[in-house]
């Protein structure tokens, strides 16, 4: 009897020492933390900038993903064009969210369309290589890979623009060799190479190469 009791306090003894030592019931559930409500306030960066910069090595412009598309910005950070993803289709707006255009197809036709959803240019695979034409058919550049990098070429079938990588960096130069853009940040040529269809705005043949560089919407 003496030993049962003694063995029935001993119990009592430990149970009490586990509270104290701050032992939880089996049964508590584990703390979460509060999210802030302001913590999706700001668009968040999907990736790395593109930066482009001159010969000369000053910035020029660049382009910054963002989860929903991109943002093209000058030198000073100041917006130039917006890209949003609108289920299979780019849309390319200005500043203002004024419309400029919107670039659907793909992965081997890509047509260039105004606000009223008229196409303005096409964008097709040629070969190993791109062609772009206007409304009427008409061939305006054609882009073909080169030792690694890409030339561009005219109408005429003159070289307009020769993207060319080497160690690490791609660069953009005229016939004579004269760099006019380069870039150390990752890009296939061919995206690059639209950077070279100079009878369009800036916002458009960036919106081609973001849709070269992306091969699907998100």
């Not at 509060?34 to 990736?47: F, L, M, Q, S």
């Not at 917006?79 to 419309?99: F, I, M, N, Q």
Request: hydrophobic share 40%; proline share 7%; glycine share 12%.
């Amino acid at each position: 009897m003496k030993l049962r009791v003694l063995f029935l306090v001993g119990l009592g003894v430990l149970g009490a020492s586990a509270c104290t030592e701050g032992g939880a019931p089996a049964s508590s559930a584990p703390q979460t933390q509060a999210i802030p409500a302001n913590a999706a306030a700001e668009p968040k960066e999907a990736g790395t900038k593109l930066k482009f910069k001159d010969g000369d090595d000053r910035e020029r412009f660049s382009l910054k993903p963002k989860d929903d598309g991109a943002k093209l910005v000058d030198s000073e950070d100041k917006e130039l064009a917006r890209y949003k993803w609108k289920g299979g289709e780019l849309k390319v707006s200005g500043p203002d969210d004024t419309v400029l255009a919107y670039v659907t197809g793909g992965p081997d036709a890509f047509q260039v369309k105004d606000a009223a959803k008229s196409v303005r240019y096409t964008l097709t695979r040629e070969g190993a290589g791109w062609k772009l034409t206007d409304a009427q058919g008409a061939v305006l550049y054609t882009v073909a890979p080169d030792g690694g990098g890409a030339s561009v070429k005219g109408a005429s079938g003159a070289e307009a623009l020769h993207v060319k990588v080497r160690e690490g960096k791609l660069s953009l130069r005229d016939p004579s060799g004269k760099t006019l853009l380069a870039t150390k940040q990752p890009v296939p040529p061919e995206a690059a190479a639209c950077l070279g269809f100079d009878s369009l705005d800036l916002p458009l043949r960036m919106a081609l190469l973001f849709r070269l560089q992306t091969p699907a919407s998100p």
